[in-house]
């Protein structure tokens, strides 16, 4: 029996649209499914690089972003018995569907993951660098904080200005510093940056949370000759002929036999030719025309002279404030002041040294403060007195 030509033409269609669906239901289900875990393993991506962000205050390592993908589209994938049932499988071609399927997924995978580490440390990076938090970081604009120094830099009273040229390159700069910074590491940053390359002794600045700068003064060294001498002190060159085993620093009595002249203290020789460190008032007793004798005293422990030259290379300076009766400072204890009060001279004449923090402050009192300069300065606003920066010697 023969089939009607039309309907032979008829089966055949069937059979092609059957056949051309079966082929569309294998791909788009393992297309699906490919695609599926690849968005899945970008959130994984990203979600890493946002919590490094947030955790570490850095970018994440690519590596770590991608190996944190690629990981959930091979568990996905089940990639091991895929793998292995292709390979057990010897009669037929190496790359089967799976195969091509499963390595075509991790190559996009990785592209994605890669792309999605970065967009998470972005998102995370702009999300927590303008919150405000309780570290207080700076709200800056942009990739990174610019402190602009004002047009005019004061000098911190009784301390050495700055170089003229010094000054000049300071005044209207700019600087860079990366964002994330809290107001205080930005300002340690700053001070060390006028330090270690302008050579600035002391740096007195406050900040405000943007990262302006609301007040700026500069100082050299503490008035002085010499990082070890302080005011009230000479350096005075006379003829004398010092022992054989005499340095500097050594502890010297001067002899204008039969007479003891002075007391110093031995800070260079040549020749017969020795630089002494004498008290002003004992300076003006010796005289470079007579030839001296020196006899070095026995050696003895200068703690006071390590600790100077520890405490001039500081940030911090030493102050002087005398409290009028009427002063805020009347009444608290200097644990809470801005400064280290470290010693107090009472208004009897007595001194306590290193007082304890609950020790309150009265009218007539003398106050020995160790600080930054702008906590010294603050301590001055407080008290409306003038604070006297004495050297560290003292």
Known sequence: MSVPRHTSAALGALSSQAQLQAIANDLLVPLLVGGGLVVFGALVAGAVGGLHRWYAQTQVPDGLSVLAGISVVALGLNTKTALGDA?????????????????????????VAFLAGRAGDRIARS??????????????????????????????????????????????????????LTVEELRSRLVDR??????????????????????????????????????GHAAVAVRADPATGASAGDLVQVWDPPERVVTG?????SEDVATLALDDADAAAVDGETSYRLVTLPAEA????????????????????TVSEGSPLVGQSVGTLAATVVAVRRADGGVTTLPEPATTVAGGET???VGRPDALRRLETNDGVQVAATPSEN
């Open 87 to 111: 390979m057990v499988n010897q009669d037929g071609p190496l790359l089967e569907g799976p195969v091509v399927f499963n390595v075509g997924t991790f190559l996009a995978a990785t592209v």
């Open 127 to 180: 999300v927590f660098d303008d919150a405000p938090d309780a570290r207080d970081i700076v709200r800056a604009v942009g990739r990174q904080i610019t402190v602009m120094l004002p047009d005019t830099v004061d000098d911190i009273p009784d301390h050495d200005p700055v170089a003229p040229e010094t000054r000049a390159r300071l005044e209207g700069a700019s600087f860079g510093f990366p964002r994330g």
């Open 194 to 231: 006028l330090r270690d390359d302008y050579e600035v002794g002391h740096v007195d600045v406050d900040l405000a949370p943007d990262g302006t700068v609301e007040y700026l003064a500069l100082g050299g060294r503490a008035a002085g000759i010499g990082p070890t001498l302080p005011p």
């Open 265 to 269: 203290e031995l800070r260079g020789v």
């Open 302 to 321: 200068r703690v006071d002279r390590e600790f100077a030259a520890l405490f001039r290379a500081a940030e911090e300076t030493l102050a002087v404030v």
């Open 367 to 369: 106050l020995y403060a």
